[in-house]
Nanobody
Framework: QVQVVESGGGLVQAGGSLRLSCTAS????????MGWFRQAPGKEREFVAA????????YYADDVKGRFTIFRDNAKNLVYLQMNSLKPEDTAGYYC????????????????WGQGTQVTVSS
């Protein structure tokens, strides 16, 4: 059974930083991409960032480019989302997901999801 677990959310002031972590265990495929999505109250879930198995390919939503960085440590089975220069509009539940193959911004391509971790940015 595949389990995806996020951690690292919290409350931070605008301009501050947070690092989210995610681990995915139990996948039968040897290589898989990881992605981060977020959902604010009353809004649809949206893509944030994704990374290939090797880590060489990364993908970002336009509004987080230059502020967020996704990276992974396969030896530790972890993927991270480093979030800098946070804005109040970044406030949302952040979800980690995994999929076979390459990274993608399409949520329907991801087959296993975590329960989410809340990020709140105060102004």
């Amino acid at each position: 059974q595949v389990q995806v677990v996020e951690s690292g959310g919290g409350l931070v002031q605008a301009g501050g930083s947070l690092r989210l972590s995610c681990t995915a265990s139990g996948r039968t495929s040897s290589t898989y991409a990881m992605g981060w999505f977020r959902q604010a109250p009353g809004k649809e879930r949206e893509f944030v960032a994704a990374i290939s198995w090797t880590g060489y390919s990364t993908y970002y939503a336009d509004d987080v480019k230059g502020r967020f960085t996704i990276f992974r440590d396969n030896a530790k089975n972890l993927v991270y989302l480093q979030m800098n220069s946070l804005k109040p509009e970044d406030t949302a539940g952040y979800y980690c997901a995994t999929k076979p193959g390459d990274g993608s911004g399409w949520s329907y391509e991801y087959d296993y999801w975590g329960q989410g971790t809340q990020v709140t940015v105060s102004s």
